[in-house]
């Protein structure tokens, strides 16, 4: 069984930083896109930050310049280095990825982890 999992949420003081992670695991093939998405209470999921295999990235307006997103091929896993914390940016982040097992492709989601910014 495939499966994406996040980990690295937290509490954050305004300014600080945090790194969130994201792990595939089971039996894949191939993993195309790999993405963050958040969603803060009352509003939309949103687009945080994509990359792809070859490392093409794209960021949120909102975010560019202080989030980073970075993968580990070889660990099936990707990264979002945030730092510079604001209380806007307190929201579930999920992540998803474009994966291609036996027999199937499909973007799988995580469960999400929470990242709380305040003092």
């Known amino acids: 069984q495939v499966q994406v999992v996040e980990s690295g949420g937290g509490l954050v003081q305004p300014g600080g930083s945090l790194r969130l992670s994201c792990a595939a695991s089971?039996?894949?093939?191939?993993?195309?896109?790999m993405g963050w998405y958040r969603q803060a209470p009352g509003k939309q999921r949103e687009l945080v930050a994509v990359i792809t295999t070859g490392g093409n990235t794209n960021y949120a307006g909102s975010v560019k310049g202080r989030f980073t997103i970075f993968r580990d091929n070889a660990k099936n896993t990707v990264y979002l280095q945030m730092n510079s914390l604001k209380p806007d940016d307190t929201a579930v982040y999920y992540c998803n990825a474009d994966i291609r097992s036996v027999g199937w492709r499909n973007t799988l989601w995580g469960q999400g982890t929470q990242v709380t910014v305040s003092s």
């Open positions: 089971g039996s894949i093939v191939s993993i195309y896109h």
